[in-house]
């Protein structure tokens, strides 16, 4: 079930702003202050505070026992944050890129996402992997892809994707509070950089004090009648952009937030087709045997008798282009889904 929308208004309303970066260093700072079990590892995550500003003064307060530098070998430092969190230990480990993701695929899907199961629960995995996704910045194919679907395709892992700074503090401390592998996954263009600027809606209201959101639970971003939008990370920024400019046009959209994939609140998906009876999934990974299916088949699962008209927007079958004019081509923007939403409501 979905958390109710008024948590996301109160706190951009009501309590100091935060870039997402700032949000998730503060949720990591505090849980290392609870239990020195936690530490932080990964590329350029010490001295450089972490390219996207993902650990930002952690080596300050730290130091370097507990906020390490590794060399460029994922299989090794990944190997060694699974090894320690079968010992007791709470790792978070940083895949600098998601797409860097296949060197190390065997330390991630056949050791973390599985040892739970293959010991027959002798013991837990309880380890954050954290990765940057996404494009927009011209970086070619192998350092923009979000590939949100190969990781909730394999099981044994849960996949968190925030789309706010106060959903990126709270699902972080749930991260890393949790007994099981999660994977964290942070679209650069939401961190509030300096280099790459935001759109205006990550940056949001954030209380000073812990808090968890629990996992498997969307928000409803927007509420509205006449299509769901379903969405995650940096388009759901793009969907409720596309729904302001339709409100004009007596359109009504709800965008819906997943925050994860796994768990997937399915119901909350189910709940909102069968209010709007029309279905827009948006998705910056790649089209085929992906994400923006799996939720159309859910929802034809759930509400067929509901359901009226369906629409995908994704990444073509691509590489992502290097060309910034090519990049925008392929990857869906706000006017891609204002028009998509606009076609459903004929």
Known sequence: MATESRDFTEATETDRELTMSRAMVEAIAWEMRENEEVFYMGEDVADYGGIFSSTT????????????????????????????????????????????????????????????????????????????????????????????????????????????????????????RDDDPVVYMFHKRLMGLGWMPSPPGPKTGVPEEDYTIPFGEADIKRHGSDVTVVTLGLHVHRALDAASQLEDDGIDAEVVDLRTLVPLDTETILDSVRKTGKLLVVDEDYQSFGVTGEIIARAAEGALDDLSAVKRLAIPDVPIPYARSLEDEVNPGTDDIAAAIRELHE
């Open 57 to 176: 003064g952690l080596l300050d307060e730290f130091g370097r026992d507990r906020v390490m530098d590794v060399p460029i070998s994922e299989t090794a430092f990944l190997g060694a944050a699974v090894g320690a969190a079968q010992a007791g230990m709470r790792p978070i480990a940083e895949l600098m890129f998601v797409d860097f993701f296949g060197v190390a695929m065997d330390q991630i899907y056949n050791n973390m996402a599985k040892n739970t199961y293959m010991s027959g629960g002798s013991f837990s995995v309880p380890m954050v992997l954290t990765t940057a996704v996404g494009g927009t910045y011209n970086d070619a194919g192998q350092h923009s892809q979000t590939l949100y679907g190969t990781f909730a395709h394999l099981p044994g892992m849960k996949v968190v994707v925030p789309s706010t700074a106060y959903d990126a503090k709270g699902l972080m401390h749930s991260a890393i």
